[in-house]
């Protein structure tokens, strides 16, 4: 069975600053995709950014990357530039196209971001 | 735009009503969705896996009895929690994507259930 843990439960960062969320997970597996959602104050669950597996490169999209360290089993999603709305709910996930793209979440880290 | 849509997204009623949840795709035919838990400052648990055609999948310590699935085309899974108490209450949230495996997950807005 797959964990994945987010050892951060609350987080707060100044607007404009740059923030680091951390998550590890524990899998056998080698082929597999991981993902960060965010969950703001309405509880719609977005999708932030996505990791392949197999995929050396870090993603990244617009303002926020992640650190994939396969190896280590790492997968740590950074904030650049944090805007007010940022302030949210983030949640690490790990899917396994064998499982029937089942998601299995972290515990969240809620961001909150300072004017 | 979204691309699951889920209903109602608040339903407030009285114990041992029973309350049905839609969670529909709607550009993508999905033969399996999932649907979550959410407690208050939580992750979401998952609850069970729904099949087309087929049984839903429940996690352990879900009851099959109390929370009914059924998908019964490629577009649609309900959730229907029977005979609901004040226990019940919390926020439900299904998901389902695209077929192929790199896809990603996306996620109705969810259904904020208050039993009373």
């Known amino acids: 069975a797959q964990t994945v843990t987010q050892s951060q439960p609350e987080m707060s960062v100044q607007e404009a600053e740059t923030v680091t969320l951390s998550c590890t997970y524990d899998?056998?597996?080698?082929?597999?995709?991981l993902f960060w959602y965010k969950q703001p104050p309405s509880r719609q669950m977005i999708l932030v950014i996505r990791q392949e597996a197999y995929k050396q490169q870090n993603a990244t999209e617009n303002r926020f990357s992640v650190n994939f360290q396969k190896a280590a089993k790492s997968f740590s999603l950074k904030i650049s530039d944090s805007q007010l709305g940022d302030t949210a709910m983030y949640f690490c996930a790990f899917m396994k196209p064998s499982a029937g793209n089942m998601l299995t979440f972290g515990g969240g880290t809620r961001l909150m971001v300072k004017p | 735009g979204a691309v699951v849509s889920q209903h109602p997204s608040w339903v407030i009623c009285k114990s041992g009503t029973s309350v049905k949840i839609e969670c529909r795709s709607l550009?993508?035919?999905?033969?399996?969705m999932f649907w979550y838990r959410q407690f208050p400052k939580q992750s979401l648990m998952l609850m069970a896996t729904?099949?087309?055609?087929?049984?839903?999948?429940?996690e352990q310590g879900v009851e099959k009895d109390k929370f009914l699935i059924n998908h019964a085309s490629l577009t649609l899974s309900t959730l229907t929690v029977t005979s609901a108490h004040p226990e019940d209450s919390s926020f439900y949230i299904c998901?389902?994507?695209?077929?192929?495996?790199?896809?990603?997950?996306?996620f109705g807005d969810g259904t904020r259930l208050s039993i009373l």
């Open positions: 899998t056998s597996e080698n082929n597999y995709y």
């Open positions: 729904s099949n087309e055609g087929s049984k839903a999948t429940y």
């Open positions: 998901s389902a994507g695209r077929p192929g495996n790199n896809q990603p997950q996306h």
């Open positions: 550009d993508f035919q999905a033969t399996t």
